[in-house]
Each structure stands twice: as structure tokens, then as C-alpha cells.
């Protein structure tokens, strides 16, 4: 159980820079969740460089925000189409894109990570970054469940990582929880919770433990409902109405989890229920271990617990 009695002071290293303004930021992964971060950052002024391993994965992610966008601006410019038009392109001009994260982070405040939940390939590229990155460039993770000190155990600059957990869809969801370790200064703490204000966004204070607050809560719920359906006690759609009519939500919990992604959820519950076993909570799914086999990951390969037409990017 040790793995859920971390203890948090937040340290005051001696290597600690001040309070970082952060205005060009690297987002490393532009799937779902580092697209929408590239996006709000864009518009919201700063400079983005997003990172993936192909160029096609990169254009394709452009698109995204392009699309996005056009969802934003119908709302906030309905009477000015040209004004949303001309809002466009300046954010996308904030957006440039590489394949080649080492080379474009010699001049970002920030990099913001959010590639695959797994560990060791978190480690790897903030491993690498750490020896590139400018002394200042303050670190921060996008992860949903693993322990953000386990990730920047990889770097030497401890007091200058973070985490920042965004929801998807980021230019919707207001929430960011911002992680701070024990080792984390106050100052890289200050400028990430700064950062999030900047963005538009209410930030929350979380402690390092797994899942932070929503995720704790919230994996937990999905995982009960793909229980219950693999039990047959309920339909997809059923349980789905039953949580959105009954229990006011946005979305079922099965809809939700097509959502997130059922690769995502998968290496959640999986690394949890490694950590914990004896917790029921945290009991894998075989349907939803099925499901990631047969790549049907939910949105954004088309099928999941549902079927899409559109594949969407965010
Ligand atoms: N970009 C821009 N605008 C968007 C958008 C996007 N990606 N998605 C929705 N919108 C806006 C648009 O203005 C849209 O109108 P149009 O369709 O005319 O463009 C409007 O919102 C309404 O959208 P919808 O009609 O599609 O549906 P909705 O009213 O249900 O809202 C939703 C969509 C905001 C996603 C809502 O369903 C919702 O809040 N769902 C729950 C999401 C949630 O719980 N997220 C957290 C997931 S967990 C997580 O992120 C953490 C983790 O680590 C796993
Ligand atoms: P995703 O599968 O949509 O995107 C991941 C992207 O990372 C892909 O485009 C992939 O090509 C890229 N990638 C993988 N390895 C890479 C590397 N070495 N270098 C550069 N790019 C690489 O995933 P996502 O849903 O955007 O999730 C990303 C992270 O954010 C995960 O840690 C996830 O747990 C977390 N997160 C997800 C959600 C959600 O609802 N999906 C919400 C909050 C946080």
C-alpha cells in the first residue's frame, strides 16, 4: 500500500529557478489530448511546437485543431464570420509541428508531454529532452494514472517537473489539475499553476498519488460500468442512458470510455491493479482487454463499445 501513501512536501531546491513565464511551449504527442493542449495554448497567444513521430500523424492533428477551431469560432464570433476566420489562421500560425523533438525544445519554457500512458517510454523521452532542454525549460506530464515522480525520476531536474492533467475535450473541459512532487519548487509549481489560469483554465492543487482526483474517481465508475455490462446486467445503451437521465451526467459511462480511448483506460486499470491487486476497483476487464486486442479503442479507431462514423482527432 505504499504506493498510495506518498507523502508531499513540496521542496525548495537549491537549483531552483524563478518563477518561468512561460510563453513557447513543446507538446510532445499530438493525439487526442496534445492536439487540444496545442490548441488552447495557440489561442490563447503562447507558441506551440507539437511533436509526433510522423508527418502524417502531425497534419493530421493540425487538421484537428483546424476543425476545432471552426467549432469554437462558430459560437464566439456568429456575427463576425470574417473576424472567426482571420481568428483562424492567427492561431494556427502560433502552431508549427516536428518529428524531431530534441532539435525545437533549445527554445520552449515548457515541454508538456502526452504520448502513450506508459512509463518507461515517458521516461525515455524526458530522459533524452533533459540532456537538450535550456536549464530553465520546466517538464510536465499529461499523464491520467502514473506517479508523475516515477516519470521525472529520468531527469535531473526534479524541481522543475510537474504534472498538468488536462480533460478531454481540452478546448471544452475548464479543469486542470496541476501535480506537484516533493520535489517540485515552489516556483515550478506557481508558473504551471499560472500557466493553466493563462489558458483560460481552473486549475486544482493535486498531490502526486494515482489518478490524482478525477481519475481516482472517475476510472473507477467507467470500470464498474464495463463490469456490469460484461456481467449482462445491462445494455451499453442502457447503462448509458441510466447515468446520463438518472444521474445527470454528459455522457454514459461506456460512451465516456469509447471517449477517453479503451487503450488509454486499459493502462490505467492495468498499471493500478498491478500496484494494488486486492482492490476490486482496480479488477481488469476481460471485454475491455478484448476489445484493445481487436484494435477497437474506442473514438478514435471508429469502434469501440460503439460504432463511429467519423474518425475524430479530438
Ligand atoms: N472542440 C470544439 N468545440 C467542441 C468540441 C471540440 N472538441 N466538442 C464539443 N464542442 C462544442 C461545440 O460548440 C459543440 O457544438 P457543435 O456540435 O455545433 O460544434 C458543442 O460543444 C456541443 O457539443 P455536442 O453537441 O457534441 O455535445 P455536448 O453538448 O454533449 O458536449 C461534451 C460535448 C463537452 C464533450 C460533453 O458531452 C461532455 O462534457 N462530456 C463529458 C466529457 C468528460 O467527462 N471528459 C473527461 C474525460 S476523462 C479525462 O479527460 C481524464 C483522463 O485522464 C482520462
Ligand atoms: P492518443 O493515443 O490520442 O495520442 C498519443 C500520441 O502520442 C499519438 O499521436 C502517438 O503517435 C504519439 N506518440 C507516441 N509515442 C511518441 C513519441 N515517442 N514521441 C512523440 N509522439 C509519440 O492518446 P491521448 O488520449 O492523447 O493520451 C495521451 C496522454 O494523455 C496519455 O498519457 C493519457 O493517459 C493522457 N490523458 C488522456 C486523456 C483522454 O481522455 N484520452 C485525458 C487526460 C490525459
Redesign the pocket.
Known amino acids: 500500500m505504499a504506493f498510495f501513501s506518498h507523502q508531499v512536501c513540496r521542496g525548495f531546491s537549491s537549483s531552483a529557478v524563478r518563477n518561468v513565464v512561460i510563453k513557447h511551449v513543446t507538446i510532445i504527442g499530438s493525439g487526442q489530448?496534445g492536439a487540444?493542449i496545442a490548441?488552447v495554448a495557440a489561442s490563447t497567444g503562447h507558441s506551440v511546437t507539437l511533436v509526433d513521430t510522423s508527418d502524417d500523424i502531425l497534419k493530421k492533428s493540425v487538421k484537428g485543431i483546424e476543425?476545432?477551431?471552426r467549432?469554437?469560432v462558430?459560437?464566439k464570433f456568429a456575427d463576425k464570420p470574417e473576424a472567426g476566420e482571420e481568428f483562424i489562421q492567427k492561431v494556427l500560425q502560433n502552431v508549427s509541428t516536428s518529428t524531431d523533438a530534441g532539435s525545437v525544445v533549445q527554445g520552449s519554457d515548457l515541454v508538456l508531454e502526452a504520448i502513450v500512458e506508459n512509463l518507461k517510454i515517458k521516461q525515455d523521452i524526458f530522459g533524452q529532452l533533459d540532456k537538450v532542454a535550456p536549464q530553465h525549460t520546466i517538464f510536465a506530464s499529461?499523464t491520467?494514472?502514473l506517479p508523475i515522480s516515477d516519470i521525472a525520476s529520468s531527469t535531473s531536474r526534479l524541481d522543475r517537473f510537474g504534472g498538468l492533467?488536462?480533460?478531454?475535450?481540452?478546448?471544452?473541459?475548464k479543469l486542470v489539475e496541476v501535480i506537484g512532487t516533493s520535489a517540485t519548487s515552489q516556483e515550478t509549481f506557481d508558473s504551471l499553476l499560472n500557466f493553466s489560469k493563462v489558458l483560460g483554465k481552473t486549475p486544482v492543487s493535486c498531490k502526486d498519488t494515482p489518478g490524482f482526483i478525477?481519475?481516482r474517481l472517475?476510472?473507477p465508475y467507467i470500470m464498474e460500468a464495463v463490469r456490469l455490462h460484461e456481467r449482462g446486467h445491462g445494455s451499453k445503451e442502457d447503462i448509458d442512458i441510466a447515468m446520463k437521465l438518472g444521474a445527470g451526467?454528459?455522457?454514459g459511462p461506456l460512451e465516456?470510455a469509447d471517449?477517453?480511448?479503451l487503450d488509454?483506460?486499459k493502462f490505467?486499470i492495468d498499471g493500478w491493479s498491478a500496484m494494488d491487486p486486492s482492490n476490486p476497483l482496480f479488477a481488469p476487464s476481460e471485454l475491455l482487454n478484448k476489445k484493445v486486442a481487436e484494435g477497437k479503442l474506442g473514438r478514435k479507431t471508429g469502434e469501440g463499445f460503439y460504432k463511429y462514423k467519423i474518425l475524430?482527432v479530438?
Open positions: 489530448m487540444g490548441q476543425g476545432s477551431l467549432r469554437v462558430k459560437k499529461n491520467s494514472s492533467h488536462f480533460f478531454n475535450p481540452v478546448p471544452m473541459m478525477v481519475n472517475l476510472v451526467y454528459p455522457m465516456l471517449f477517453v480511448g488509454t483506460a490505467i475524430c479530438q
